[in-house]
């Protein structure tokens, strides 16, 4: 695939931070050029292939010539550019977080060992979770540059047969390199046998991606109303007078704004938003420098972990439900990896390491050197520590910064939304690609108004920071703990991590993430149950439309038309070969779909070259463009199949249909011009001059529309889940529009399937 902006060339396997961590991934092995028609069959036709690349790489101690080090000099730049532009994207969330850890604290009567026991569970969450975990692990289990659960979902599926979706499985760009490793190299491991073997492993898997995926929908809704309300809250300091409503419906303004611009892309927003995220990364440090010379000099001695505890043997039960506010000094984290398709691993690396992390640990420190000489102003923790003569312009920075951290779990939010409708496990929404360089920018107007319209009523109905602060810990640590298991498969699976480092990696950090979760439980009834409802609505909806999907697939694989069927019914006198070129869309490759034998039946026609096309997802974030259209040709004259794949990070417009049938038609007469499968006795120049002249006639673009018809004999079960997933299926998007054919060439076909 092309380089992503930033990135020296296309990659495959990535080296991490440091040989992640000296041995927590073997070094990376290269990798041969894909063969053109690797994993197809034998009349499958692609475009022109590139020319052959030398296997390897030059030598390592071959000196650069002057036109490389100028490219990486350019590199540089670039990333140290794109790592500028992820302050307004992707850290928003993170690095506005001194806004309401300390405010979401239950404390009570503290004293200046709790706040440094407090500091330093702070200091090492933000190091393990964020330097250790994400920055230097989680970021190299990309899929070709895509982050999030159902990314490592993906990779998980394509190098063990883990997947519960059999439509989903087949071809992966990666085999023929897999096919040239020795068989130790492929043999699976004893965990992958172990997921193979069992159906009950593979469901919980889906499971946990389905619920990574549902909890981060639930953090891009609770960031925008804690952050926002929190920086609004400033107001009531200076002018006690500013009544709780006035804050909560000026926070919801905000937010109405910040959605209704997200219609303009990433690139634009986070040109925008980069220049305030800056401001308030480099000022807040400053503000915590000063507090902890003037209040407490020594604070940095609370980094000893023994603090931690002396914390935990003090407080006990206390100590234990106040992790349930320290979470949140992590918020944020997890977009970090789930908004990896919109910049590169480098930028978001150098952006973390060089202002984010030092940023944080400067202002929480600074806070708490103020909170110890001040022990009772924890409910405003922030705005009290900062200094009256730059109350007022840091008032002005905080708001903004709050808007901004709105940002990344938004974007966050589309590129799941848009992975798992591409995997087929959510309808069909409208996704709308904001730049043509990064196809990995995306946004859906109906998430974007759902979304707006949960924050605005989080904001109403909670009102105070601290019940959407319990809330809003439930899900960041769930992300997180699920983001840690998936790793660890990553690791034994994949990259066959030595079992000492996997459990270096696995322990301590499932103890960790394991206590936070047992603290914000307890939060349940106090707020954190909003999350575990919008999850479940949302994992509702997802197993519905999944369902479905899976019985019309099962009807149709056992209802398909065999060509022996096709070349019946096409000799029957009262059909005929109309002029024209029709695309015929069908959900299944092996065969075609039962919605032919109704359509010739009824029509009584068919076009004198129908070409039978299937979308094909692929367990790859995106498809080569020579990849892309595969055309093979089928029994009776001027029937072809055409294959259009696609990974769930490809823009699947095709740049309209006029495009789609140029590339059909121009990879067709290729297939026929190479083709040495003569299957009937017209030759190549009248097959060819015959595909012209349909063309010319008209196209045509026609697809099936099958729906169930529930009867009174079904079972309880299906009763429920098929006429949900109708009620689904009749208010979600089509797949033909996504594709962009003219609305003047489009014809659907109804049948009805009784269940």
Known sequence: ???????????????????????????????????????????MDLEAAAPPRPRGGSPATAPLPPANRETDVGNVRKNIFLAYKTLGVVFGGLVTSPLYVYPSMNLSSPTEADYLGIYSIMFWTLTLIGVVKYVGIALNADDHGEGGTFAMYSLLCRHADIGILPSKRGYSEEEPFLHEQSATAIRPSKLGKFFERSITARRVLLFMAILGMCMLIGDGILTPAISV??????????????????????????????FLLQKYGTSKVSFLFSPIMAAWTFTTPIVGIYSIVRYYPGIFKAISPHYIVHF??????????????????????????????????????????????????????????????????????????IPRP???????????????????????????????????????????HTSHQKEGEVYSPEINYILMVLCVGVILGFGGGKEIGNAFGVVVIMVMLITTIMLTLVMIIIWRTPPVFVGMFFIPFVIMEGSYVSAVFTKIPEGGWLPFAVSMILALIMFVWYYGRQRKIEYEMANKITMERLGQLLAMPEVQRVPGLCFFYSNIQDGLTPILGHYIKNMSSLHTVTIFVTLRYLLVSKVDQ??????????????????????????????????????????????????TDRRSSVSTEEEIANLEAASLAGVVHVRGKMRFYVGDDAGCFDKVMLRSYEFLHSICRSALPALGMPLQQRVEIGMLYKV
């Open 1 to 43: 695939r092309s380089p992503r902006a930033g990135e020296d060339s296309p990659r495959y396997y990535k080296p991490s931070l440091a040989r992640l961590l000296i041995q927590l991934r073997p070094p990376p092995l290269s990798r041969p050029p894909l063969p053109a028609h690797a994993g197809q069959g034998a009349h």
């Open 229 to 258: 309300l929190s920086a609004i809250e400033g107001l009531r300091g200076p002018f006690p007078s500013v009544s709780k409503p006035v804050v909560e419906a000026l926070s919801a303004a905000i937010l109405i704004g910040v």
């Open 312 to 385: 935990f043997l003090r407080n006990k039960k206390q100590g234990w439900q106040l992790l349930g506010g320290t979470v949140l000094c992590i918020t944020g984290a997890e977009a970090m990896f789930a908004d990896l398709g919109h910049f590169s691993k480098k930028a978001i690396q150098i952006a973390f390491l060089s202002s984010i992390y030092p940023s944080l640990v400067l202002t929480y420190a600074g806070q708490t050197a103020y909170l110890i000489n001040n022990v009772n102003d924890f409910s405003d923790g922030f705005y009290k520590f």
């Open 390 to 432: 730059v109350y007022w312009p840091m008032f002005v920075i905080a708001t903004l910064a709050a808007i901004v951290a709105s940002q990344s779990l938004i974007s966050a939010t589309f590129s799941v939304i848009k992975q798992s409708v591409v995997l087929d496990y959510f309808p069909r929404v409208k996704v709308v």
């Open 626 to 675: 020579r990849e892309r259209v595969l055309i093979k040709r089928l029994g009776p004259r001027g029937v072809y199949q055409c294959t259009v794949q696609y990974g769930y990070a490809d823009n699947l417009s095709l740049k309209g249909g006029d495009d789609l049938v140029a590339q059909v038609m121009r990879c067709l007469k290729r297939h026929i011009a190479m083709s």
